[in-house]
Nanobody, 123 residues
Framework: QVQLVESGGGLVQAGGSLRLSCAASGGTFSSYAMAWFRQAPGKEREFVSAISWSGGSTRYADSVKGRFTISRVNDKNTVYLQMNSLEPEDTAVYYC????????????????WGQGTQVTVSS
């Protein structure tokens, strides 16, 4: 299993932007579909965005469409989540996840997880 480490979280005002990064090691990153999930206090982990192994296919939750962009650079073993027009409702711990082969949007489909990075959006 690939090991994942997220970074880039922090405190930002509503309307601001952050870019999360997820660095992978210990596996063949280019064979992994990757995704971002988030979990707010007292809520279940929810899907945010996913990208295929090649980067040619992406998925977004309706709540972030048009505001968030997922991308990856396989040569750098890194996946990114650019978050613009942030809202207080985006406050959560953001997790990076990976799975071999096809893109997926449910947590149970992913076997590799990072430790999470906190994103806090103030109003």
């Amino acid at each position: 299993q690939v090991q994942l480490v997220e970074s880039g979280g922090g405190l930002v005002q509503a309307g601001g932007s952050l870019r999360l990064s997820c660095a992978a090691s210990g596996g063949t990153f280019s064979s992994y579909a990757m995704a971002w999930f988030r979990q707010a206090p007292g809520k279940e982990r929810e899907f945010v965005s996913a990208i295929s192994w090649s980067g040619g296919s992406t998925r977004y939750a309706d709540s972030v469409k048009g505001r968030f962009t997922i991308s990856r650079v396989n040569d750098k073993n890194t996946v990114y989540l650019q978050m613009n027009s942030l809202e207080p409702e985006d406050t959560a711990v953001y997790y990076c996840a990976g799975r071999v082969r096809s893109i997926a949007t449910i947590p149970a489909a992913f076997g590799s997880w990072g430790q999470g990075t906190q994103v806090t959006v103030s109003s």
